[in-house]
């Protein structure tokens, strides 16, 4: 399966470098593209807790919060199947609305109030996922990174088995893993 995962990644990465750009911006949207798979990818190697309230097992309902290239992509993912459950996205403007969500993407804009954001669902089954500088070390779960021409991603082990949810270990083969409780 991880094969799978991997050739599918790599597909996707083709497909788009294979397009041929002459703007920066249009670099940005392919990024926001490819990191749009990712996050359908993460949620589909997460597992949550099965005791959730019947309206949260319905969908799976993928939020973000704050503006970026990102969480303008995300829509795109709207209405697909995942685990034979519909995928809702929703943008969500501030911490009360976050109940609803199984996974939750902070965008950069965010950074000021990440504490509140994380705070408040603390103990809770949301994936939380961050293109932020250290996300996974402030409490984030899955930190985006770039490394050179390649995106890269860090799991933050504790924060996600504190909070119910099991990641498959197809996926935490290819991050990289930390065990750090959160600073404060």
Not at 8 to 22: D, W
Not at 32 to 47: E, H, P, S
Request: hydrophobic share 40%.
């Amino acid at each position: 399966m991880a094969t799978r995962l991997l050739t599918f990644i790599t597909m996707v990465m083709f497909s788009l470098f294979a397009m041929t750009t002459s703007a920066a911006q249009d670099s940005e949207l392919e990024a926001a593209l490819l990191k749009t798979v990712f996050i359908y990818n993460f949620a589909k190697f997460t597992r949550w807790p099965e005791n959730q309230p019947k309206t949260i097992q319905d969908a799976l309902t993928i939020c973000s919060i704050g503006e970026d290239n990102l969480t303008n992509n995300l829509p795109k993912l709207a209405g697909r199947v995942l685990r034979g459950k519909p995928i809702k996205i929703v943008k969500v403007n501030d911490e009360s609305d976050l109940s609803i969500c199984h996974v939750l993407y902070l965008a950069e804009s965010t950074q000021s109030r990440i504490q509140e954001v994380l705070q408040s669902i603390k103990m809770k089954p949301v994936l939380t996922i961050s293109e932020m500088d250290r996300f996974s070390q402030y409490g984030g779960m899955i930190e985006l990174t770039q490394d050179r021409d390649k995106l890269r991603f860090i799991i933050n082990l504790n924060n996600t088995q504190s909070s119910g949810l099991r990641l498959s270990s197809r996926l935490l083969d290819l991050a990289t893993i930390i065990n750090d409780e959160a600073e404060q």
